[in-house]
């Protein structure tokens, strides 16, 4: 088994065309903490994750753990977590995250397999949504129809649009925009971010019920799991939730609460690859589908490889500004809207470093 020789770590920024507002937070950039592990037989393995700079602090402390290592996800896992340098949850995860997805991507390069099938490849392809649909300054219904039918045109058969910045009444006037603009064939989820309490959540609830709605995702605070699980057990609409979710033992709560009908966990977050797949093992035994948050560069790989995959999250360049000059190869949806892993080995991306090198913000080598 190789050993790891180094690992970069690279902060970026790339500031988006015009701000977007979710039901609780403004996004004026795309932020990306990047890890490169250089192994000793050669192979040279890539992760990341979302977050500002303060998470290239957390993963720079942690790579230093890896140096001398053994490419073995399960102990590189907990020599990472047992520490606790930066907490239990959240700055301390994200950075984790990075470090354990760029083992896997060693894993499968050392195997010459895809993580895919790495972690069982049960899918040759699955389905996929567009995200969008965000709160803009001056944004108009109009606007709103025009940036959704456009998805569709390139090929979406799935959407998810923002709610829960504004009144129950005003987004449903969304809503019905929306579905207007698609038709009645295209999947249309509503996400709120966790912005409401469990009286709006309840009212909006009713109102989705009435409409053809594929997930209402995070309706409430990710600690108010019985809040939560209230709801999901009242709706008719599928709730979804997790994207908030940072450990295993979080996702064994949430399930066990019965807290959601979908569950969002992401690797870019909850601890990298390693934990993804307890996750959605778990889920399994429970006949609960995974439909992950985050890049579909990372997650294809991973729904495609469970039998309770669901869905993939599909973000373009104007929620993710290094999407298209990050990586060496872009991930495009298929004509019936679906999404293939690539089958090179690893994660079959490569960041090339040139093309992003002016949007880096940080950059450190730990050996």
Known sequence: MPTIKSVAVSAYSAPLEAPITNGLYTYTATQIVACRLELSNGISAIGWTHGEKIVFTAAEAIAAMLIGQELNAERLWARMYQPKLFGRRGLEQ????ALDIAVWDGLGKEAGMSVHRLLG????SVPAYKAGGYYGEGKSLEDLQREVSGHVEGGARALKMKIGAVSVA???????AVRTAIGPDVGLLVDVNNAYDRITAEKMAAALDERDIYWYEEP???DDLKGAADLAGRTRTPVASGENEYTLWGFR???DASAADVINADAQILGGITEWAKCAHYAQA???PVAPHGDQEIHTQLVAAVPNGLIVEYYDNSLNRLKDVMFDQRLDLNAD????PFSTPGLGVEIQDQAVERYRVAHSVVC
């Open 253 to 255: 709560d949430l399930i």
């Open 170 to 176: 005003e987004d449903l006037a969304r809503i019905d």
């Open 286 to 288: 429970k006949h609960i």
């Open 220 to 222: 409430l605070s990710p």
């Open 337 to 340: 809207g679906s999404i293939t």
């Open 121 to 124: 490849g049960f899918h040759d």
């Open 94 to 97: 994200r950075a984790l995250s």
